[in-house]
């Protein structure tokens, strides 16, 4: 069943009539544009407005530089795999105890919610606005799948992390229920999968540079290929994941992927837009831009943070001849890869270590200099690239490198899983070879063929904001890290917990198992 909200007394998961915080369309769609308290009928009465409600929707990703893409993406999809660790107050993932009250998770639930609300109340008076004259039909159109597909991501990524929840697809109204119960996991990726059938029918495949990083119709077909993986059926995902081919393409080097320089790159398929090229870059900015470099970087180069670092198992396990390790995995020693990063340059380490260049040597690993446990010494490369970005003690905390929720490289392997579960393991290969080739590897992997599919989406994928789900799709999870890690995972705990003040405030949720 497929529920409703109402806009009586407003929860937590529950968007006002009004479209709050939106973003306009000027060089960039990230320029803030605010349109607060404006009511519906004046939203959606003009060009302007229609889009800038439509942009609003994007601002899911790109507002709570602190809690929303590090903590609550990036924190659950690495460090559950147990090649991140973190190195802070969390350090409950790593034994999968992640309390109910955790808040990162909240602000997800929230957050998601509240851009799944903007894009019903778009989708309800687009119509009519096409109707009315007060938007050209073909805008009205695309921005129609710009908001499906934007909800399918929101769910996607609502699923992939917690397993079912509510699915609204109706703005607020007077006869709607606010307190939905949660669908089945099944149920909210069948949504996902419709919504993005419907949102590649209506979306182009590229746009003009003032536009990059709106949803397009390869986004689409991205997530629709991994909404029917998840529900197992393989032979749709293979059409979808196909449909790419002609569109996009492998970065010819991996270390180009995350440069600084290759925003919106041709193997990108979507990613989340930020901006760092004027204001304040200190503790006072607040959204359009990420924490998730300082969070990253060893705490003797930034002075402090440092909360997430690689796991030596991970330095460890790249082949011979991988590159990818150089541009995934920094360790004691050696200096880091990007021309455009000087470790000597940091002032804590001119300091304090005698403006070396590398990080830390193999005599003196890095390990932190607050004195807490947990680091090994290894640190991630994707996430450090912005050279504007000093570190937990500034002056530029925050910066706008953007960040990759969806690429083309994944697609491959996700194609490749999919041809090996309808028993085409000579194709899985093929398509696991282009990943291994780009990466300098010319041996095919030797291991089952469900393990080499999870290795490669390790090895292509650490450190960026999807593996744990990934790994969790293909149902090898469990045996996966028991064998490669020795670790238990506890029944049920696979799965995020529900937020504790999502169901103090709506009795009809209920809790996963094993919480």
């Not at 908001?147 to 699923?159: K, M, N, Q, T």
């Not at 529900?231 to 569109?247: D, F, M, S, V």
């Not at 150089?326 to 000087?342: A, F, K, R």
Request: aromatic content about 12%; proline content about 5%; charged content about 20%.
């Amino acid at each position: 069943m497929i529920h409703k909200m109402k806009n009586n007394r407003l929860t937590k998961v529950v968007i006002s009539f009004v479209v709050i915080g939106m973003f306009g369309c000027s060089d960039s769609f990230l320029q803030d544009e605010k349109y607060d308290g404006l009511s519906d009928e004046v939203v959606y009465g003009s060009e302007e407005t229609i889009v800038a409600a439509v942009n609003g929707v994007y601002d899911t990703f790109q507002a709570s530089p602190l809690e929303y893409m590090t903590k609550a993406v990036f924190y659950p999809a690495n460090f559950l795999t147990q090649d991140y660790l973190n190195v802070g107050a969390d350090t409950f993932f790593q034994t999968f105890e992640i309390p109910p009250t955790f808040g990162a998770f909240n602000n997800m639930w929230i957050q998601n919610y509240r851009g799944i609300g903007r894009a019903n109340t778009t989708l309800f008076y687009m119509e009519p606005a096409i109707a009315a004259g007060n938007i050209e039909p073909e805008l009205g159109n695309r921005l129609k799948g710009e908001c499906l597909a934007i909800r399918g991501v929101l769910y996607s990524l609502l699923a992939s992390n917690f397993g079912g929840v509510p699915v609204v697809v109706d703005p607020p109204t007077g006869d709607v229920d606010a307190f939905a119960p949660r669908n089945t996991q099944d149920e909210v990726f069948q949504q996902v999968a419709a919504d993005m059938e419907e949102a590649a029918k209506l979306l182009p495949w590229e746009y003009d540079d003032a536009n990059q990083g709106r949803m397009t119709r390869g986004s689409a077909y991205a997530y629709l290929g991994g909404a029917y993986m998840w529900l197992g059926e393989y032979e749709k995902a293979i059409t979808a994941y196909e449909a790419l081919e002609e569109h996009y393409q492998l970065e010819e080097n991996f270390s180009d992927i995350h440069a600084d320089a290759n925003k919106n790159g041709k193997e990108s398929i979507f990613e989340v837009q930020l901006y760092d090229e004027a204001g304040d870059l200190s503790w006072g900015r607040s959204d359009n831009v990420t924490f998730i470099q300082s969070f990253s970087m060893p705490n003797e180069a930034g002075n402090g943070g440092g909360y997430s670092a690689a796991a030596k198992a991970l330095y460890d396990s790249f082949e011979a001849g991988d590159i990818r390790r150089t541009w995934s995995v920094i360790g004691p020693g050696e200096e880091h890869p990007d021309p455009l990063i000087n470790i000597s340059d940091y002032p804590n380490v001119q300091e304090k270590f005698e403006g070396i260049n590398t990080v830390g040597t193999v005599e003196n690993p890095w390990l932190g200099a607050d004195g807490l446990p947990g680091r090994e010494g290894y640190y991630n490369v994707k996430m450090w690239r912005n050279p504007k970005v000093n570190g937990w003690n500034g002056p530029n905390i925050f910066g706008g490198q953007n960040l990759i929720l969806l690429r083309y490289g994944e697609t491959r392997i996700s194609l490749a899983e999919a041809y090996h579960k309808t028993g085409n393991d000579a194709k899985a290969m093929d398509l696991l070879m282009e990943v291994r080739n780009r990466g300098g590897l010319t041996a095919a992997p030797t291991r089952s063929m469900i393990d080499n599919i999870i290795s490669e989406y390790r090895h292509e994928l650490a450190g960026e904001f999807s593996l744990w789900w990934l790994m969790r799709r293909t149902g090898e999870h469990v045996r996966y890290l028991q064998e490669e890690f020795g670790i238990t995972v506890p029944t049920g705990r696979d799965l995020m917990p529900i937020p504790q003040e999502q169901l103090d405030v709506n009795p009809n949720l209920t809790q996963n198992p094993g919480y």
